[in-house]
């Protein structure tokens, strides 16, 4: 089945303690992206990748960090975690990196940091 | 900039009512847009897109959404809504710029409750 997984897809912590956020996809995807979901906000893009080895920040990268070392995984890393980042982020792919292709999403992964 | 409004935060329907949830974008040139849904729960599902030709698309469960140039819109609307439609709506628009060929912008949502 085509899909997009993330884990956790709970997490509670505390502030200071590193964690990463896993997500893979099944379908050869070029595009992979992660977004935050808060309320009365919507989505909103934090990180992007074009290809392995090619990210870039999208509009709320600050406290995240990401790497692409493989096509089909692409973990969002929070070195130091705050309250501010207590959301709920979505990884999401698509075929290729034009803005025709649809997105899939994950389930995705609700953390809070206490 | 590129924006896109839900003007509606919650809508209450009966079940077997009709249904329209607004869109209103702002962009410069001819968008390529979305409406997605998250049941509870859920990651978010695409319901229907449009690029260009027919401005009245049709989508998955019953949902259609016409694209309306001059008033920058693309609302979507279902006949007649079931009980598993209440969900959270999603509204997005597709634009390229630079490098982020593939960035989406999101409303704020629309929560949509159906009563019995």
């Known amino acids: 089945e085509a899909q997009v997984t993330q884990n956790p897809r709970y997490l509670i912590t505390v502030t200071g303690k590193k964690l990463t956020v896993t997500c893979s996809q099944n379908?050869?995807?070029?595009?992979m992206s992660w977004y935050r979901q808060d309320p009365g906000l919507g989505l909103r893009q934090i990180y992007y990748?074009?290809?392995?080895?090619?990210?870039d920040k999208g509009d709320v990268p600050e406290g995240y960090k990401v790497s692409r070392k493989e096509k089909r995984n692409f973990p969002l890393i929070l070195e130091s975690p705050s309250p501010n980042q207590t959301s709920l982020y979505f990884c999401?792919?698509?075929?290729?990196?034009?803005?025709?292709?649809?997105?899939?999403f994950g389930p995705g992964t609700r953390l809070t940091v206490t | 900039a590129q924006s896109v409004t839900q003007p509606d935060i919650h809508i209450t329907v009966s079940e077997g009512a009709s249904l329209e949830l607004r869109c209103n974008y702002s962009?410069?040139?001819?968008?390529?847009l979305f409406w997605y849904v998250q049941s509870p729960g859920q990651g978010l599902q695409l319901l229907l897109k449009?690029?260009?030709?027919?401005?009245l698309v049709q989508g998955i469960k019953g949902f259609e959404a016409e694209f309306k140039r001059s008033q920058s819109s693309f609302n979507l609307r279902k006949p007649s809504v079931h009980w598993s439609d209440a969900a959270e709506y999603f509204c997005?628009?597709?634009?390229?710029?630079?490098?982020?060929?593939?960035?989406?912008?999101f409303g704020t949502g629309t929560l949509l409750a159906v009563q019995p």
């Open positions: 999401a792919s698509s075929l290729s990196v034009g803005q025709q292709y649809e997105q899939y």
């Open positions: 379908m050869n995807h070029e595009y």
């Open positions: 990748s074009m290809n392995v080895e090619v990210t």
């Open positions: 962009y410069g040139a001819t968008p390529y």
């Open positions: 449009y690029f260009s030709g027919d401005t």
């Open positions: 997005a628009v597709g634009f390229s710029y630079g490098g982020a060929t593939n960035k989406l912008i």
